[in-house]
């Protein structure tokens, strides 16, 4: 019997009992995500994968921390956001291609505090959507009072993108 059977899906666990790093490298089809609920940092770095899934963060609670650096992220096949995070915490994309994907970087910072997003030396080519009324390459907001969002995008790329405002707020 599994733990998430033997529990119905509720594992009786403490979750992250301290800040954690995760380091994956050269791994095809890498991703990560998860509902934080600890306060505790959570450091993700990943290096030369390729063809990754996602990196979807949701909850509130401590700092999330995601590198890439060397990687793709080349469809749709995992879910439509590729990066995704609501927490404070730095985000740092370098020399990343994003092909194919309708909402690549899609960031919406809920709580007091600092998000702070880097984007270098990256390419986003035929990324987009107009499917979508919150897609863009790369969409960035902070939605609750006392939250900042800090975004620097360097010697970055974009071919055959398309954004798409047609006002959704992501509550």
């Known amino acids: ?5 033997k529990y ?3 594992c009786p666990c403490d979750g992250i009992t301290g800040d954690l790093t995760l380091k994956v490298s050269n791994l095809t089809g890498a991703g990560a995500w998860g509902q934080r609920t600890t306060t505790h940092t959570l450091n993700i770095v990943f290096e030369g994968c390729e063809s990754m899934g996602r990196i979807y963060l949701s909850g509130t609670s401590g700092d999330n921390n995601i590198t890439v650096t060397d990687c ?3 469809s749709n096949t995992a ?3 590729k990066v995704y995070s609501n927490a404070n915490g730095t985000i740092t994309l370098t020399n990343v291609d994003f092909s194919n994907v309708d909402i690549p970087v899609n960031l919406n910072h809920k709580v007091a505090g600092t998000q702070t997003v880097v984007i270098e030396n990256c390419s986003f080519d035929t990324c987009g959507s107009s499917a979508y009324d919150y897609s863009a390459p790369v969409r960035v907001l ?3 009072v006392g ?3 800090e975004l620097t995008v ?3 790329t974009f071919t055959n993108t398309v954004a798409n405002s047609l006002g959704n707020d992501d509550d």
């Open 1 to 5: 019997t599994s733990a998430h059977s």
């Open 8 to 10: 119905n899906g509720s």
């Open 72 to 74: 793709s992220f080349t």
């Open 79 to 81: 879910g439509n956001c």
């Open 142 to 144: 902070s939605s609750v």
């Open 147 to 149: 939250a900042t969002s």
């Open 154 to 156: 360097k010697n970055t």
